[in-house]
């Protein structure tokens, strides 16, 4: 099993859908929990940063974090075709370089 | 522009070969981790270092190595490729400790990476 489980897709939407992506983990003591956006050919840029559990808003993303059920969630309200991309989930036990990654989502946002 | 630059941006090696890759950082920016990121996967730790020392080590074997300078560049060695080395690298790097989260935010940032082509 792997300690970071992320359904791969691809998952595709009308512009303006709102979009729930989700990860689930196996090792209670990640702490920290990221989501990437990564273009094609590009490296993976980050959107948010989660220290422990609770939820974040920036703009219209949203990142939920629920320890109790290791499972992680982001949410992106009005899709635009220009979030069409491969989102990745990340978690890090410390506040480390050595992060776990899920296996990514690809995400398109039809016009 | 992330200021992380990675060269170079594609390689086409043969199986047996050595490769060395590259990473500069930001200025400041004394921890840097490296990751190979297969087709359709997400990015798997390699390692990672911290002021020119291995601070850190993924499930890699010994092939793979590393350095550090103390000007924020380093490399990312390769020895005896295989066609399984065929993989985007990428290398992150991150402020100083202090700076980091968690109130002070994750702060690794990624380079575009280098794509690896063993034939």
């Known amino acids: 099993q792997k300690e970071v489980e992320q359904d791969p897709g691809p998952l595709s939407v009308p512009e303006g859908a709102i979009v729930s992506l989700n990860c689930t983990y196996s090792?209670?003591?990640?702490?920290?929990f990221m989501w990437y956006r990564q273009y094609s050919r590009k490296g993976p840029e980050l959107l948010m940063y989660?220290?422990?559990?609770g939820n974040k808003e920036d703009g219209r993303f949203t990142a939920q974090v629920d320890k109790s059920s290791k499972y992680i969630s982001l949410f992106i309200r009005d899709s635009q075709p220009s979030d069409s991309a491969t989102y990745l989930c990340?978690?890090?036990?410390?506040?480390?370089?050595?992060?776990?990654f899920g296996q990514g989502t690809t995400l398109q946002v039809k016009p | 522009e992330t200021g992380v630059t990675q060269s170079p941006t594609h390689l086409i090696k043969t199986r047996g070969q050595q490769v060395t890759l590259r990473c500069s950082s930001q200025?400041?920016?004394?921890?840097v981790s490296w990751y190979q990121q297969a087709l359709g996967q997400g990015p798997q730790f390699i390692f990672q270092?911290?002021?020119?020392?291995?601070?850190g080590r993924g499930n890699f074997p010994p092939r793979f190595s590393g350095l550090q300078f103390p000007n924020y560049s380093s490399e990312l060695n390769v020895n005896a490729l295989e066609l399984d080395d065929s993989a985007l690298y990428l290398c992150?790097?991150?402020?100083?400790?202090?700076?980091?989260?968690?109130?002070?935010?994750?702060?690794?940032?990624f380079g575009s990476g280098t794509r690896l082509t063993v034939v």
């Open positions: 090792n209670s003591a990640f702490q920290y």
């Open positions: 200025s400041g920016h004394n921890t």
């Open positions: 989660t220290y422990s559990s």
């Open positions: 270092y911290y002021r020119e020392e291995e601070n």
């Open positions: 990340a978690m890090s036990a410390g506040n480390t370089g050595k992060l776990i």
């Open positions: 992150a790097s991150s402020v100083p400790g202090p700076q980091r989260g968690p109130e002070g935010g994750y702060g690794y940032t």
